[in-house]
């Protein structure tokens, strides 16, 4: 489902279409907004133009990301009320630099920000450990981080269980799709559906043995290595590229991969 916002789509139809993605009923939305049915109803068929504040309440029940609670106020004829500033534009200068500070205080283990998309936006120096080998063709910007790590000529040839990172990962992105009905993530879904993979993709994320973590296992000149993540978000985002903003920090899962990554190893 697209929610872009393309020439005579009304505030209903998008109203409708998100209710119907999140799978609610008219009653439901309107038993959690605290609005009749009938209300809503008419605001779906155009036959009542509902308030900015009405837009925004419904938006929030439908649980609608910042970029397309803008479009719902645009659709409804108001303005868009949520700022989006690119990451090096002097409004962000204080998120810019706590960005570098956490990537940079993950030091030596590999730490990235990626947008909506997975487009890597910054990065610190020990993701290097990562990308050795890749196609350089995939290291120019945009560089897109699910592209890199299932991509042929990317990282996929040195993951060691390229089946299981490959499910995690297409788990996550599916996961995103249901969220924002983006279909710019349903195209990059389908284009990383449709890479080769040699391996057994599980339907289902099961743990293997010792396994209380997805582990990301690759093959490296120093010894395998091991790393299991965690993902930061901004708590209280009112800006659009805040609010898509993820960083990923990478930690060693064994203590032979924790001495290769401090440069440990002889």
């Known amino acids: 489902m697209s929610t872009s916002v393309q020439s005579g789509a009304s505030v209903g139809d998008l109203l409708r279409k998100w209710r119907q993605h999140r799978r609610l009923s008219q009653l439901d939305l309107s038993i959690q907004a605290d609005i009749s049915t009938r209300h809503l109803s008419f605001v779906e068929t155009g036959r009542s133009v509902p308030s900015r504040d009405m837009v925004l309440l419904l938006a929030e029940e439908l649980d609608m990301p910042l970029r397309e609670r803008n479009q719902l106020l645009v659709a409804a004829g108001y303005a868009p009320i949520y700022p989006e500033n690119t990451l090096d534009s002097p409004p962000m200068a204080a998120v810019r630099d706590a960005v570098r500070q956490v990537l940079t205080g993950h030091e030596p283990y590999p730490a990235v920000a990626v947008d909506r998309y997975w487009n890597m936006v910054d990065s610190n120096g020990s993701i290097a450990i990562m990308l050795d080998g890749v196609a350089p063709q995939l290291l120019e910007p945009p560089v897109n981080a699910l592209r890199l790590s299932l991509h042929p000529d990317g990282m996929a040839p040195h993951i060691i269980n390229l089946g299981e990172w490959r499910g995690h990962l297409l788990s996550r992105l599916r996961r995103q799709v249901e969220q924002t009905a983006d279909p710019k993530l349903v195209a990059l879904l389908d284009e990383l559906t449709a890479l080769?993979?040699?391996?057994?993709?599980?339907?289902?994320?099961?743990?293997?043995?010792?396994?209380?973590?997805?582990?990301?296992?690759?093959?490296h000149p120093d010894g395998d290595l091991s790393?299991?993540?965690?993902?930061?978000?901004?708590?209280?985002?009112?800006?659009?590229?805040?609010?898509?903003?993820?960083?990923?920090?990478?930690?060693?899962?064994?203590?032979?991969?924790?001495?290769?990554?401090?440069?440990?190893?002889?």
């Not at 993709?201 to 093959?219: K, W």
């Open 196 to 219: 080769p993979c040699d391996d057994e993709v599980p339907a289902i994320e099961l743990p293997g043995p010792g396994d209380v973590l997805v582990p990301l296992r690759m093959r």
């Open 227 to 266: 790393f299991f993540s965690t993902v930061t978000t901004f708590g209280t985002p009112l800006d659009i590229t805040i609010a898509e903003l993820v960083l990923e920090a990478f930690y060693p899962a064994d203590t032979a991969t924790a001495k290769i990554l401090r440069g440990e190893v002889a």
